[in-house]
Structures are given as structure tokens and as C-alpha cells.
């Protein structure tokens, strides 16, 4: 495994990668491919690279394929739309027009026609992160924790039905109770670029005996332990991305630390709806090597 004792050992690996995405365009550019390339796992790879980048993997490929595109169109008369649109990695004519208009307000014949530069160049704009954020970050070893779980499958936006359906559970059995019992959530994976419909999210409450057979889907597992580092977010967990993302983008290359293939996870600490949501805190858990 390659070192990551200092930023430039990371930023090494992730140019890496861009540059392989710039050579191969019209390849295989997926999470698993890309993570490969950078020497990452690819569990943690997507986090890893937005944090770098600014943008999602998916967007940054869709960003370059567009881009080559569009120097194609301007500059190259003797090629199709249709050639353009697989010469870019588009598996298809339709797919390309629709993301071209999307991006630049207008279909690849009309920019071929007139290419409005001024355009093109506010898409290409990559935002990578230059601020630095000061985080109080502490390296634990955490215990295995027993829990009763129930996972949420689908949009992001509709795991508050879920809580409610895992609150009642709680309610219901005794078995975990809220006032005296940990409460965690284990995302498996970003929400911000996991499909809704592939979307897994465990709602986790601390308990000490086996989870008796219900009707709500509850069922029991272990949070492992292992070394982890621990960020607190406090405020609403809407926004806990911006607590996530430095620790991956400001912390992690500098650490010397690998992560572990395994999911953060997050430790409620506040009590809802008793503490203001101005006033939640929130530990983010990242399991390390």
C-alpha cells in the first residue's frame, strides 16, 4: 500500500486517477474501476474523491466526456453528432444530446454551429476545496456495540419514516430505550451519489438481550469494534456532510491513517425532540486500519 504519511503521497494518487479518466473516456470508468486506479477502496473511494475533486465521481466523468465533446463539435466538422456522442463514452446519441442541453442550454448541432465558449467554460468550472477547516478530531478505540437495527431501504428523504417506524419499536418492546439506551446510524453509502432506490441506511439502538420476533423488521447485529477516528457535528444532521467531508479532504492525507473497509457510522448523542436541533451533537464515527 502506498504512503500516505504526506498530502502530496494522496494529491499523487488522486491526479492518478484523473488522469486516466482523461485517457479513458470511453472505457470503464465506474467506482470500482476508478478506486482501483487510486489504490483506495472502493467503499470509501466516491467520499474520497468528491472531497478531493468538489464534485461526484460520476459528475466529473460526465463533466470530462462532455468536454472532449464539445472540442469535438467545434473543431472536428467531418465527425456526426453520433460519432461525437460514442467518441465522448456515450452509450447513446439520445443520452448525450440530453446531458449536452442540460450543461450548456442548447443541443451539440446548435453549438457546433455558433460554440459559445463563455458557456462552456462556467461548466467546466471543477470547485475544489482550498479552505481548511479546523476540526477537533480524536483517534478511539471503539468497543462492539450489540444492537437492534432496522434498515432503511430507498430515498434518503424518507428515512424520517423509518425513525418513526424504529422509534415505535423502541416504544413498543422496552427492549432499547431511548433515555437510557446509545442510539447510531450506519450509511451504506453517500447519499449524495448513491442511486435513491439503491439507498441502505441502519437505524440502530443499543440493547443488552436478543431482539424478540416483531412485525416491524428489527432485527439484531453488531457495530465492530476497531480504531476510529471521531469528529463531533453539532446542529442538524441535514448537514452533517459538511463535518464528513473534511475529515476525508483536510484530515485523512496528512494522517498517515488508512481506513478500514468498513461504513462510519454515527453515535446520536442528543435526545429528540427534547434538545433543540440548533443544539444536536452527533459523532462521526470513521473506522481506521
Not at 439520445?94 to 446531458?99: K, T
Amino acid at each position: 500500500m502506498p504512503d500516505l504519511s504526506s498530502n502530496a503521497a494522496y494529491t499523487q494518487r488522486f491526479n492518478a486517477v484523473l488522469t486516466y479518466i482523461e485517457a479513458n473516456l470511453e472505457g470503464d470508468l465506474s467506482v470500482k474501476a476508478l478506486s482501483q486506479v487510486a489504490n483506495f477502496s472502493a467503499f470509501h473511494f466516491h467520499r474520497q474523491f468528491t472531497a478531493f475533486v468538489g464534485v461526484p465521481v460520476s459528475r466529473y466523468v460526465q463533466l470530462m466526456r462532455l468536454r472532449r465533446a464539445a472540442h469535438c463539435l467545434a473543431s472536428t466538422r467531418g465527425y456526426s453528432v453520433l460519432e461525437t456522442a460514442f467518441g465522448a463514452g456515450f452509450e447513446s446519441p439520445e443520452a448525450f444530446s440530453r446531458a449536452f442541453r442540460r450543461a450548456f442550454g442548447m443541443a451539440p448541432s446548435a453549438f457546433r454551429k455558433q460554440p459559445s465558449w463563455q458557456v462552456w467554460s462556467s461548466v467546466f468550472t471543477i470547485p475544489h476545496f482550498s479552505r481548511s477547516i479546523i476540526m477537533h478530531v480524536r483517534i478511539v478505540e471503539f468497543h462492539p456495540v450489540r444492537v437492534a437495527a432496522l434498515e432503511h431501504c430507498g430515498a434518503p428523504g424518507l428515512v424520517s419514516e423509518s425513525v418513526r417506524k424504529f422509534s415505535e419499536w423502541r416504544r413498543q418492546s422496552g427492549q432499547s430505550p431511548v433515555q437510557s439506551s446509545r442510539s447510531f446510524g450506519i450509511p451504506f453509502g453517500n447519499p449524495d451519489t448513491t442511486p435513491p432506490e439503491a439507498f441502505r441506511f441502519a437505524l440502530c439502538g443499543e440493547i443488552n438481550e436478543a431482539v424478540a420476533t416483531n412485525e416491524f423488521g428489527v432485527t439484531e447485529r453488531v457495530i465492530p469494534g476497531g480504531r476510529c477516528v471521531v469528529v463531533r457535528h453539532v446542529g442538524s444532521t441535514d448537514h452533517i456532510g459538511e463535518t464528513i467531508y473534511p475529515i476525508y479532504r483536510d484530515w485523512l492525507p496528512t494522517s498517515g491513517e488508512e481506513l478500514r473497509d468498513h461504513p462510519l457510522f454515527f453515535d446520536y448523542l442528543s435526545v429528540y425532540p427534547e434538545t433543540p436541533q440548533d443544539q444536536w451533537q452527533t459523532d462521526i464515527y470513521v473506522p481506521l486500519q
